[in-house]
């Protein structure tokens, strides 16, 4: 049986900005893309991260004295409904996404935030600045949560039929996702001579319980296992066909490969900067320099190419972002002798 031979994908070059990334941000940049790929993947990453990441909230609450939301407590400025609100918005880090039970208990004048709560040794609160009610002299506030992991947004729980529960329980609406926004920009990238590619930037906002990063591989863990119930055959290989596409030579790879880079040819180092397609300005600035091929470009460091004359910020811009369609950047400082070396064994 004749086996077919499938066209290889354009496969994306991950990469998170360093400077802005946080424990609550992060912002990461895909490209490039196959045309159209953006918008369909971004908008399904997007879905997923902003409905289907576990995350952890209160769900009910015992407070001594007290048997419904609508009461007020001695001695405490805030009533029971403002206090409720206020301990929706606690943050909690679960290091095992088990339920758990904290504690809150003061009796004396004070501001009492977050970082009064006992939790279990799995739980974490993070907020800790966070008020969640005020006491005055005399006053008492003895609170047992419960907490619990889940997806999305839940309603209350309360049992059908039952007002006041024995216990005194009151049963909390829950938003257990921790990511809180994601933006997805979505815009047009050079491959080469192609300029139809897309270049995906993803930000993603969580409340500190999950790094952005570990929030984006649940996601994509999501995403993959839902699409794998659709195959109806075997999986077509993509991944290795696509890599065989870019990697042409392996002696290639393994050679540039010392200068930190994957998947680049190195006839490409050796080509004349004018199959680049530059501006024109940038193209004879870069000319009048001595720059006439793809490595001696490489090899120029941002601020050598700001001394040129005549070439400026953008044209220098231009150059850095087909530069990096291309897998490459300024200052690689590859040495020529190496490359050439590689060339000839390729060769032979």
Not at 168 to 191: H, Q, W
Not at 291 to 313: A, M, P, Q
Request: with cysteine; charged share 25%.
């Amino acid at each position: 049986m004749m086996s077919k031979e499938y066209k290889a994908l354009t496969l994306p070059k991950l990469g998170w900005d360093k400077q802005s990334i946080s424990a609550s941000f992060g912002r990461l940049v895909a490209e490039p893309l196959e045309p159209g790929f953006g918008v369909t993947l971004g908008n399904a990453m997007r879905r997923v991260l902003l409905g289907a990441i576990e995350g952890t909230a209160v769900t009910s609450i015992v407070v001594k004295g007290v048997n419904n939301e609508f009461s007020s407590i001695p001695g405490v400025v805030e009533d029971l409904m403002q206090i409720v609100l206020n301990i929706k918005q606690i943050v909690i880090k679960n290091n095992t996404n088990t339920s758990g039970k904290m504690k809150l208990s003061v009796s004396s004048a004070k501001t009492v935030t977050v970082a009064d709560i006992i939790c279990d040794e799995h739980l974490e609160v993070l907020n800790h600045d966070h008020v969640i009610a005020h006491v005055s002299q005399g006053g008492v506030l003895d609170i047992e949560f419960t907490v619990e992991s889940g997806r999305g947004y839940h309603v209350a729980k309360w049992p059908l039929g039952q007002s006041l529960q024995e216990d005194g329980r009151i049963y909390l609406d829950a938003m257990f996702s921790p990511v809180r926004n994601v933006t997805c920009n979505v815009e047009k990238t050079r491959v080469g001579k192609d300029i139809d590619f897309d270049k995906m930037t993803l930000e993603i906002t969580t409340n500190g319980s999950i790094a952005p990063v570990e929030a984006l591989n649940y996601a994509v863990s999501v995403l993959r296992t839902q699409f794998e119930q659709f195959l109806g055959g075997s999986e077509i290989p993509f991944n290795e066909i696509s890599c065989q596409e870019v990697n042409v030579n392996p002696v290639d790879v393994v050679e540039v490969e010392d200068f930190g880079l994957k998947g680049v040819s190195l006839e490409l180092l050796m080509k004349p900067i004018d199959e680049l397609e530059f501006s024109a300005r940038a193209h004879n600035c870069l000319i009048n320099a001595d720059i006439r091929r793809v490595i001696d470009l490489v090899n120029f460091t941002e601020d050598e190419g700001l001394k040129i004359k005549n070439f400026g910020r953008k044209s220098l811009d231009e150059v850095k972002e087909i530069l990096r369609s291309l897998g490459l950047h300024l200052g690689m400082d590859i040495k020529e002798e190496v490359v050439v070396k590689a060339l000839q064994k390729q060769s032979k």
